[in-house]
């Protein structure tokens, strides 16, 4: 009696694998297409250019001793002046980076309210963890930059250093 090759169990033994790494194969390299780390830079000379430029801001924040206290508080992020010789009431850029998802990233211009201090509202689906958060004049003539751990109830002081 003659069988017929597709209901032989060593045919499928033996094609079972390169089908499965073919699959395993696209599958994985779909889902790299999909999810490309942020981290990866093109031009590190001109980044590199760009970071020794961004110093220069830093340090004139330094030689001003300009700080802020920034307080989570009911969805908002209040950045108050510190200490420090600055434009009273001028708007600052406010971002938080998140120091591995770019697309989490958020920038605002913030102005300062009555008392002096600036709120940023924080989205809901905000991800816990690590962030960066960065302070810049609206001019660009001096910058800060701290890291904090998101949500945070106690007072957190930027200061640059």
Not at 3 to 18: A, D, L, N, Q
Not at 63 to 74: E, M, P
């Amino acid at each position: 009696m003659k069988s017929y090759w597709y209901k032989e169990p060593w045919f499928w033994f033996v094609i079972f694998f390169p089908v499965l790494s073919v699959v395993a194969g696209t599958s994985t390299f779909i889902i790299f297409q999909l999810n490309q780390p942020d981290m990866v830079s093109d031009d590190y000379y001109k980044d590199g250019k760009k970071i020794n430029q961004d110093l220069t801001k830093y340090h004139e924040a330094l030689a001003r001793n300009i700080t802020f206290n920034l307080k989570f508080d009911d969805g908002f992020a209040v950045f108050t002046p510190a200490t420090g010789d600055m434009v009273e009431n001028e708007a600052l850029n406010i971002s938080f980076f998140h120091v591995t998802l770019a697309k989490h990233d958020i920038s605002v211009l913030a102005t300062a309210s009555g008392d002096g201090s600036y709120s940023v509202e924080m989205p809901r689906d905000m991800l816990k963890g690590k962030w960066r958060v960065r302070v810049e004049s609206f001019d660009g003539k001096w910058r800060i930059q701290e890291y904090v751990k998101y949500p945070n109830t106690s007072v957190i002081k930027l200061d640059g250093e």
